[in-house]
């Protein structure tokens, strides 16, 4: 099981533990989520072959595009629990993969989780490379083995993101998080739940100043 489902599959056992439940999360009002996709999808997909263009120097722009447009998406949802936590670790990954052009992976690390260096780049593509004399940041990289059944290196930015998730996950689950101060945007999808008040489902056409002046009007639904 990846780190991230087995981090979100454990923070909601840990949520029903405590009292917890899903239901709230309905109430969420999750703004530019496609943010969230945009980055974790470049972070999965493969570097493409590009005539002309170095597939480090491709790998590495892709995930320092993933770090960025995480980052992105924390700030404007910066209301949810456990977010600044997130974006240390999303800041910490960029820093190291920004400055060494790539994550580095250390060897030691990668024999200590069960795995062989000499097939780093092969398993893990071109935006990871091992640990040289030329890297800087080299305690910020990928240097925390999960041994078998996990079998994957961690960063320490890795650890506060999924730390920071669980925790979210967690006081979601127990009803701990704030209201979103901020109005949903118009111009970019927003996640908007089936349980979000009348006056934010509507359309942006039908509505007025505020939510008083469209009950008013007649248009609420």
Do not use: C
């Not at 009292?19 to 945009?38: I, N």
């Not at 062989?116 to 990871?128: D, R, T």
């Not at 701990?176 to 901020?182: C, V």
């Not at 739940?193 to 008013?216: E, L, N, S, V």
Request: hydrophobic content about 50%; glycine content about 12%; proline content about 9%.
């Amino acid at each position: 099981m990846p780190p991230i489902l087995f981090v979100i599959v454990l923070a909601a056992l840990i949520g029903f533990a405590l009292g917890g439940r899903l239901r709230p999360f309905e109430h969420l009002r999750v703004h530019w989520w496609a943010l969230a996709f945009a980055g974790v999808g470049l972070q999965a997909l493969p570097v493409p072959r590009i005539d002309g263009v170095d597939p480090q120097v491709a790998g590495a722009a892709m995930l320092v595009l993933s770090y960025v447009l995480l980052l992105a998406f924390l700030t404007v949802n910066r209301w949810v629990p456990a977010a600044g936590v997130m974006a240390i670790g999303l800041l910490m990954n960029l820093a190291v993969v920004g400055v060494n052009g790539g994550m580095p992976v250390s060897p030691s690390a990668v024999r200590a989780a069960g795995g062989s260096p000499e097939l780093v780049g092969a398993e893990l593509g071109s935006k990871h490379h091992l640990t040289s004399s030329d890297d800087v940041l080299g305690p910020l990289g990928d240097v925390i083995p999960l041994p078998s059944p996990a079998g994957v290196v961690l960063s320490v930015g890795d650890l506060l993101l999924y730390a920071g998730m669980a925790w979210f996950v967690v006081q979601v689950m127990r009803g701990r998080s704030r209201e979103n101060p901020r109005p949903l945007a118009m111009w970019f999808l927003a996640y908007r739940g089936k349980h979000a008040p009348g006056y934010w489902r509507m359309p942006a056409r039908y509505r007025t100043a505020d939510p008083a002046g469209a009950a008013r009007s007649g248009t609420a639904p």
